[in-house]
């Protein structure tokens, strides 16, 4: 019998020093509208996939919600069959919690970006506002502008003459390129790299004037200025770095200062055989294509955006992280400093990393049997088949096949299919791919395709594409943040929207969560 648990008992366990994975497995367009401030995204759609990486041991408990629509308790077989030994269904989901008089937060990363929020607060960092900056750059003042995010965000926009690296990169890079008059400025597409990239800086101890620019890109579009698009401006020689006895020491002040542990191959031997624990190793840095960690079978994060997003990494509450550099430990350690200020307990990787390449195995893969791919040029032969587009519904109304459906794995078990038809599955997502097909296959006789779809590809066969701006409703559309995607496409209503939401998260919050929150 499946166990359920009171919005009340689950909002005790989470004040404990337990370890807890508070897991919302609604699609991410629902949680984006409102989930509990601990509780991490793990829709249904990938949820065998998403539940091991996020919760890697099966014996810590583990809380399931969802819309009080039955879908925890197929969650809840599933991660049973899985080897998850503790599970509970918490009492009408996400309307328990609201009963019980809880919040429920809009938006993803919560708390990470409420963490930003209680930095700049706590320990004032200071900003500048967009016009001022505007003026200093025409007046080409002694300043440097570098962008915490990753090349990929910076490529899409950018403040004029920004220098892409990322947050924990930056100390490194900063000092060979600039005097000790230069003032820096940190920005990011929003607020939370902004303010925890320009802190970082201050904290590393850093002589120059540091200041994050207020609401970053976002708000420099609403002050009426020009962004740049499609700029690759980086430091020269921030990919690699050898350790020397500079960067050792500050090493060391950094790791005094916050009182971190090192932890050696021995010691995280010990830790993953511990299974009454869970134990996170993070490879946190930027690397190029050619670093020797991308050999490393560990997860690369970098550390900017483990602490931008720590949800979409770390599942639970509560547990232990390891994190490793290229052994520097500069940028372990102050990635460190901040995920232990977000309560966690963490450890930076003191032996040569050649080592650790050898302790993790690389995961296998789904791979489709070579005879159920087809090939554009074969498509027209399968356009009879029940046809489910399984990208997200966003795109789908871009650009479809005619007669194809558009599908959620939530929404599947509601779906009729055409009977003795076999089934084509479009996809660009081959982990949704992958469980779709083996539920198709539970239930249903019919041989299963796969077409990935590639709309450089499909555009020459425009006599079976169709494009829908009704279909599917927007209500049904729970696979997309529509907010999101709004604001980084020019809309401003909905990035002032975004920028009050953000700065308000912190009173939103209750004591209990607000004490997980230690600044030091």
Request: aromatic share 12%; net charge positive.
């Amino acid at each position: 019998m499946q166990s359920k648990i009171t919005a009340k008992a689950t909002k005790n366990l989470l004040s404990s020093s337990k370890e807890l994975a508070f897991v919302d497995i609604r699609e991410i367009g629902q949680h984006s509208k409102g989930h509990p401030f601990f509780s991490v995204s793990i829709p249904f759609s990938v949820f065998e996939i998403k539940i091991q990486e996020l919760i890697p041991n099966k014996n810590i408990d583990i809380i399931l919600f969802d819309e009080n629509d039955d879908l925890s308790e197929k969650a809840y077989e599933i991660a049973m069959s899985m080897g998850y030994k503790k599970i509970f269904i918490l009492e009408d989901g996400v309307h328990g919690w609201t009963d019980e008089g809880y919040e429920l937060f809009d938006g993803i990363n919560v708390p990470s970006k409420a963490f930003g929020e209680w930095v700049e607060i706590k320990k004032q960092t200071p900003h500048i506002k967009p016009y001022l900056l505007s003026k200093k750059i025409q007046k080409k003042q002694n300043i440097i502008i570098v962008d915490g995010r990753p090349l990929e965000e910076f490529k899409r926009m950018n403040i004029p003459n920004a220098i892409c690296c990322p947050n924990m990169e930056i100390p490194l890079n900063i000092s060979e390129f600039i005097d000790k008059k230069t003032e820096i400025i940190i920005n990011c597409a929003g607020r939370t790299r902004s303010i925890i990239g320009a802190q970082n800086l201050i904290n590393y101890g850093i002589k120059n004037s540091v200041k994050a620019l207020e609401n970053g890109t976002q708000g420099w579009f609403l002050a009426n200025l020009e962004l740049e698009k499609n700029q690759t401006r980086q430091f020269k020689d921030q990919k690699v770095f050898k350790k020397n006895e500079t960067i050792s020491n500050k090493a060391s002040q950094l790791i005094k200062k916050y009182g971190i542990k090192k932890v050696s191959l021995k010691q995280i031997n010990i830790f993953f055989s511990d299974k009454t624990r869970t134990t996170y190793i993070f490879d946190i840095t930027t690397h190029s294509k050619n670093s020797r960690c991308n050999d490393l079978n560990i997860k690369n994060v970098p550390g900017g955006q483990l602490i931008q997003a720590t949800d979409n990494f770390i599942g639970v509450q509560n547990s232990r992280i390891i994190l490793v550099d290229e052994g520097d430990l500069i940028r372990s350690s102050m990635t460190a400093s901040w995920l232990k200020q977000m309560g966690y307990e963490v450890y930076v990787f003191e032996d040569d990393l050649d080592y650790i390449n050898y302790f993790f195995e690389k995961k296998s893969k789904f791979v489709i049997p070579k005879h159920q791919i087809i090939s554009i040029s074969e498509i027209k032969s399968y356009l009879s088949f029940n046809i489910l587009d399984t990208r997200n519904s966003h795109d789908y109304k871009k650009l479809h096949f005619k007669r194809s459906k558009w599908i959620s794995r939530k929404n599947l078990r509601f779906t009729n299919f055409r009977e003795k038809r076999n089934f084509l599955i479009i996809f660009d997502d081959l982990n949704k791919a992958e469980l779709i097909s083996k539920d198709i296959s539970s239930k249903y006789n019919g041989e299963i395709f796969f077409y990935e779809f590639k709309e450089n590809e499909v555009i020459q066969f425009s006599d079976f594409l169709t494009k829908s701006s009704s279909s599917p409703k927007k209500s049904e559309c729970i696979d997309f943040v529509y907010h999101t995607y709004k604001r980084h496409s020019g809309n401003k209503n909905h990035a002032k929207s975004y920028l009050k939401w953000e700065k308000e998260l912190l009173q939103r919050m209750d004591e209990q969560e607000k004490r997980k929150f230690k600044v030091f």
